[in-house]
């Protein structure tokens, strides 16, 4: 296992001005890995999970490259949720691993998604420096995940999920972006 030291986290701008987290880490060869994932990113994986902290939904955020692609035709068959036995099957369809789309609750997405992490941390390990304060404490601190922001975006992938199920009909997102918060919340973060 690899283990990625995190070296710095900061909020930034793409070169287009939209605002997002740039986490660096040092990879065990001395090179640098960088992440780089819009601020909205840890509460939707809060609503989408039905996650209770910030600290999950970060890590999750964090190892998720190196997590397995159920819907991928070649590799998802090692998939560590489908060798579970966490699947879904669709009458005249053959069995599929459950995804947040497909799981029958959120329940079992949050569980399929657990495991692809922890099986993503056997092959890659992302930690804070050893005897130095936490770069992801600036993440932690000034998350932006607000009540509101985590029942509108549950609202909508309870919406979408019942669409794929063939239930209803997706509905628009209610979710409001406000450009001026927006704006603040960046000159805030990029000051600290």
Request: charged share 30%; no cysteine.
């Amino acid at each position: 296992m690899d283990v990625y030291q995190v070296e710095t986290a900061e909020a930034t701008t793409t070169a287009q001005g939209t605002p997002i987290w740039l986490v660096s880490m040092r990879k065990p060869d001395g090179s640098i890995h960088a992440h780089a994932f819009p601020p909205s990113t840890i509460e939707w994986r809060m609503a989408e999970y039905g996650l209770d902290t910030v600290d999950e939904a970060l890590d999750i955020i964090l190892h998720e490259p190196w997590a397995a692609d159920p819907t991928d035709p070649i590799l998802g068959r090692q998939d560590p949720a489908m060798k579970a036995g966490m699947t879904v099957q669709r009458a005249g369809a053959a069995a599929e691993p459950i995804r947040l789309h497909n799981a029958p609750t959120i329940a079992d997405a949050r569980e399929a998604h657990r495991l692809r992490i922890a099986d993503a941390k056997t092959r890659i390990r992302i930690t804070p420096p050893k005897g130095k304060q936490d770069p992801l404490d600036l993440i932690r601190q000034q998350h932006g995940v607000t009540s509101e922001g985590l029942r509108q975006k549950a609202a909508f992938v309870d919406s979408v999920r019942r669409a794929v199920r063939g239930e209803q009909a997706a509905r628009t997102p209610d979710i409001i972006v406000d450009p001026e918060s927006r704006t603040r919340i960046v000159k805030e973060t990029s000051r600290a």
